[in-house]
């Protein structure tokens, strides 16, 4: 058994000439991550005419890439390879293109990118709402200001405020969850998922940074409601949402 070829070609777009370094990087890495088994794939050329990036897989490696590339084609991959895929699809839908992943069998995976239909999405849904998260940027040359929050792991973008707002905002700024009402502009994609655009804040308030034990003990003091008679409500209260914290 000899080295493996395969080709990554990218139709209808660039050629070797014409192709940014940079973007061909981003190219290669994507398709190393696609193809998997790192150290055993080896970028081959660049042909010319539809720019083709020709990958050579060594001898020990090329069972487990040929079920990947498999895999892949019959969407069974693992997470890694299918991301690698879209990743891959996505770049030459920017780059209004079209490619292939080929070998000596041929085609063994087409990826449609521009060819791709246009995904459903509805929209715009206007509705009022709140948005937890700290301050971490305030910025905007005109009347209208926008407003950076981390809301835990995620950094949300979308917000805008009025001058007024985005003063008495900036006392605020790293200083804490608030919680911003308003009116959020939402998508729904055609997969269920839904996008938020854009949040109006019309007001905000400091949140407590008590925990929920201490939250729970204080309104254990107050007279009327039975928490008292509760000897873990703190796991009453988080199994009644589902073991969310």
């Known amino acids: 058994m000899t080295d493996a070829i395969y080709s990554f070609t990218i139709s209808d777009s660039y050629t070797p ?25 080896h970028f081959a050329d660049v042909v010319e005419g539809s720019t ?19 895999a892949i084609r019959t969407g069974s991959a693992p997470a890694d390879a299918r991301k690698a895929y879209e990743t891959l699809d996505e770049m030459l839908r920017a780059d209004n293109a079209y490619g292939s ?13 521009k060819r791709r239909p246009e995904p459903v999405v509805y929209g ?26 981390r809301s835990g792991d995620r ?18 700024l790293f200083q804490g969850q608030l919680r911003f009402y308003g009116a959020g502009t939402w ?5 269920g998922r839904w996008e938020l ?19 729970v003990d204080r309104l254990r003091a107050v007279n009327g409601n039975h928490l008292h008679e509760l000897q873990d409500p703190v796991s009453k209260i988080l199994g009644e949402r589902g073991g969310e914290a």
């Open 155 to 172: 950094d949300i973008s979308v917000l805008v405020a009025s001058e007024a707002v985005a003063l008495r905002l900036r006392h605020h």
């Open 197 to 215: 655009r854009s949040f109006r804040v019309n007001d905000f308030e400091p949140l407590g940074d008590e925990s929920l034990t201490e939250v």
């Open 52 to 70: 083709a990036l020709k990958a050579r897989i060594d001898e020990s490696a090329q069972p487990k890439v040929r079920d990947r590339v498999h």
């Open 101 to 113: 992943l080929s070998s000596g069998e041929g085609v063994v995976v087409p990826f449609p990118g």
């Open 17 to 41: 000439a014409t192709i940014p370094m940079e973007r061909l990087a981003e190219y290669m890495a994507a398709l190393a991550k696609l193809l998997g088994e790192t150290t055993s794939v």
């Open 124 to 149: 715009p849904f206007r509705q009022d709402g709140s948005l937890d998260g700290e301050v971490y940027r305030i910025g905007g040359k005109d009347d209208t200001k926008h407003i950076n929050i």
């Open 187 to 191: 998508f729904r994609h055609g997969d």
